[in-house]
């Protein structure tokens, strides 16, 4: 198994605060990714990171920041979360281009905004 | 219009019965994915394939490059392989195209 860690794994905050997931890979591999997975609406992708400090946006990236300073940790922030944030959010990692399309993802975070 | 068609959406199935889940997609890919969620779980690949056919265990992963489908099977299915399968392509900008995955709820 990849090594991929979540935190945290659930969590109930209210609307209008800062909330931050953080995903963890001990892999060194080159892309992260954030998805939501929504019913009905599969995965999608919120932003990704293809090295240290390069991000770009997803599909679903309103409301939504990210930050990688180090290869290990890609961070997630909602800056003011609201309802419709609440989903499962689940990180990936894939090696580099050279490496195979292999994909790996986390255990999932839980998040619900009351 | 999604790149990337699952079908059924949900399936119910008796315990010891053959499945099937098909994906289709519109894109050209390099490799086809198939993902495993249990309820309540994480996400696991089950197969990577760019051609041919792969099997693990029961499940056995098929892949038609021409006709652009690839096929899930579970033989002898059990209700441990109640979950929700997903099918996964890469493309060209590094990120993936996901079908909304098939329910399947196996009964003893």
């Known amino acids: 198994d990849a090594g991929i860690t979540q935190s945290p794994r659930h969590k109930v905050t209210e609307t209008g605060t800062p909330v931050t997931l953080r995903c963890h890979q001990t892999?060194?591999?080159?892309?992260m990714y954030w998805y939501r997975q929504d019913p009905g609406h599969g995965l999608r992708l919120i932003h990704y990171s293809y090295g240290v400090k390069d991000t770009d946006k997803g599909e679903v990236s309103d409301g939504y920041s990210v930050s990688r300073s180090k290869t290990e940790d890609f961070l997630l922030t909602l800056e003011s979360a609201t309802s419709s944030q609440t989903s499962v959010y689940f990180c990936a990692i894939r090696p580099g281009p050279d490496s195979g399309n292999t994909i790996y993802f986390g255990e999932g975070s839980w998040l619900t905004v009351v | 219009k999604n790149e990337v068609e699952q079908s059924p959406q949900n399936l119910t199935a008796q315990e010891g019965e053959f499945i099937t889940i098909n994906c289709s997609y519109s894109?050209?890919?390099?490799?086809l994915h198939w993902l495993q969620q249990h309820p309540g779980g994480g996400i696991v690949s089950l197969f990577m394939?760019?051609?041919g056919k792969k099997k693990h265990g029961r499940l056995i992963a098929t892949i038609n490059i021409q006709e652009k489908h690839s096929s899930l099977h579970i033989t002898a299915s059990h209700p441990r392989d109640s979950a929700v399968y997903i099918c996964?392509?890469?493309?060209?900008?590094?990120?993936?195209?996901f079908g909304t995955g098939t329910s399947l709820t196996v009964i003893p």
């Open positions: 394939l760019s051609s």
């Open positions: 894109v050209g890919i390099s490799a």
């Open positions: 996964a392509a890469p493309n060209t900008g590094n990120q993936f195209y």
């Open positions: 892999e060194n591999h080159r892309y």
